[in-house]
C-alpha cells in the first residue's frame, strides 16, 4: 500500500478554487503522486473518459457542474463505478455529508485540511484500489490460465477417445491396432506436455524459451498426417500435404506449432465434414514461411469474419455447432503466433472454401545449427 515515502497513483484534484489546486497537486506531487486538475466537473468528467484515475478528490460545491452532478454522471458509465472517490469540502452538515456517501463518496476531507490527514486518506484509498485492480488482474490470469489448459487439453483427448473408440468397437483392422495404440499413447503425453508448460513453467521464461526454439515445418505436417490422417478418413475425407523440397526452419517450439495447427484442424474436421482438406508450405515475405490449411467447405461468412479471432466467438455453419466449443481456439492460436513475431489471418480460398494461414520467421539453416551448437553446449 502506499504511503507518504513512496507513494505512487494517479490522482484526479476538481476544484473550482486555483489555489486549492496548486496546494493539493504540489502536496500530493511531492509525496510520489501523478496529479491532474481540472477546475470544473464538465472538465474533470472529459478526463475521466480519456484516462481513469486511482482516486479522484472533488470539491463538493462548485458552480455550474458540481460534485453531485459529477458523480451522477460517473454512475452512468460502468468503467468508472468502482473509481474511490474523495471530496473536498468546507462543509460540515451532516445532511450534505450523508448526501454526499449516498452520492457515492467514500471518504471527505474538511477545508482548510491538514496535510498529514489528506496523505492519510489518499494513501489509504489509493492503496486499497491498486490492491483490489491487483487481485483482479491475477484473478483474470488465472481464469485465462484455466482456459488455455482446458482448451488445449480438448484435442490430445479427442485423438484418445477417436483410438480408443475404434479399439473398443473391435471392428478395425488388425494392421492398425499398433497406430491406434501409438495415437493414445502420443497424445497422453501431448496432454501431459501442455499441462507441464501452462502449470509449472512461469509464463515470462515459458516465452523466452519459446522465442529460442526452432521447428522443422515439414515435421510438423508429417506429424499431422500421422495423428490426424485416421480420423479424417473415418470421416470420409482425405487429408493431403504438400510440402518442397526445402526443408524450412521457423522460430518456434514444435509442441506450440503443432498445437495451434491442432485448432485449425480441428476446425476442418468439425465445419467442413464433406470437405477434403489441404496442408501445405510456401515462402512467405521475406524471411518468413508459412503454414496453410484449406478446405473445400461452406467457408466463413463475410459477415462473421472479423470476429473470426475475438475470444469466446463460436463459428456456427449450418447446424455444425456441437455446443462444445468454447470460442477460444482461434484467439489463442493467434496470440500464441503474435508472441512469437508471426502471423495468422484467415482468407477465402479461390474457388470456394476456406484457408487459414500461419507465418512465422525463418530460421536459415546455419544460424539453426548455431542455435542447436549453442543450447548443445549449455546443457
Not at 460545491?61 to 474523495?86: H, S, W
Not at 474538511?110 to 484500489?129: D, I, S
Not at 495447427?261 to 515462402?283: C, M
Not at 466467438?313 to 468454447?326: E, F, K, T
Amino acid at each position: 500500500m502506499p504511503n507518504s515515502a513512496n507513494a505512487s497513483g494517479r490522482i484526479l484534484v476538481v476544484d473550482d478554487q486555483p489555489a486549492n489546486l496548486r496546494v493539493v497537486s504540489s502536496l500530493l506531487s511531492r509525496h510520489g503522486y501523478e496529479v491532474q486538475t481540472a477546475p470544473d466537473g464538465a472538465e474533470a468528467l472529459a478526463m475521466l473518459e480519456t484516462r481513469q484515475p486511482d482516486l479522484l478528490l472533488l470539491d463538493m460545491l462548485m458552480p455550474n457542474m458540481d460534485g453531485f452532478a459529477l458523480l451522477a454522471e460517473i454512475k452512468q458509465n460502468p468503467d468508472l463505478l468502482r473509481l474511490p472517490v474523495v471530496f473536498l469540502t468546507v462543509a460540515q452538515d451532516r445532511e450534505l455529508l450523508l448526501r454526499a456517501f449516498d452520492a457515492g463518496a467514500v471518504d471527505y476531507v474538511t477545508k482548510p485540511f491538514m496535510p498529514e490527514e489528506l496523505l492519510a486518506r489518499v494513501n489509504a484509498h489509493v492503496g486499497l484500489k491498486q490492491t483490489r485492480d491487483r487481485l483482479e488482474r491475477i484473478a483474470r490470469e488465472r481464469q485465462e490460465l484455466v482456459n488455455l489448459v482446458a482448451h488445449d487439453l480438448k484435442n490430445p483427448l479427442s485423438s484418445i477417445w477417436f483410438a480408443s473408440d475404434m479399439l473398443v468397437k473391435n471392428e478395425t483392422k488388425p494392421e492398425r491396432i499398433p497406430r491406434y495404440h501409438k495415437m493414445i499413447h502420443e497424445s497422453a503425453e501431448d496432454a501431459l506436455g501442455y499441462i507441464r508448460r501452462y502449470l509449472e513453467t512461469q509464463d515470462t521464461s515459458r516465452k523466452a524459451a519459446e522465442a529460442t526454439q526452432v521447428t522443422g515445418l515439414r515435421d510438423v505436417l508429417d506429424w499431422i498426417i500421422a495423428r490426424y490422417a485416421m480420423q479424417f478418413e473415418d470421416r470420409g475425407v482425405q487429408l493431403h500435404a504438400r510440402a518442397p523440397d526445402a526443408a524450412p526452419m521457423v522460430a518456434i517450439d514444435g509442441l506450440v506449432l503443432r498445437q495451434v495447427a491442432e485448432n485449425l484442424i480441428t476446425n476442418a474436421i468439425k465445419y467442413a465434414p464433406d470437405s477434403n482438406v489441404d496442408i501445405s508450405l510456401r515462402g512467405g515475405g521475406v524471411g518468413f514461411w508459412q503454414l496453410l490449411v484449406e478446405d473445400r467447405g461452406p467457408g466463413i461468412a463475410r459477415d462473421q469474419q472479423h470476429a473470426l479471432f475475438r475470444p469466446f466467438q463460436r463459428l456456427a455453419h449450418a447446424g455444425n455447432d456441437d455446443g462444445r466449443s468454447s470460442g477460444l481456439g482461434l484467439s489463442l492460436a493467434k496470440q500464441i503466433i503474435v508472441d512469437l513475431g508471426g502471423q495468422l489471418w484467415y482468407e477465402d480460398r479461390e474457388g470456394g472454401g476456406a484457408r487459414f494461414v500461419i507465418e512465422l520467421p525463418e530460421i536459415p539453416v546455419d544460424a539453426e545449427s548455431a542455435a542447436v551448437r549453442e543450447a548443445s553446449s549449455g546443457s
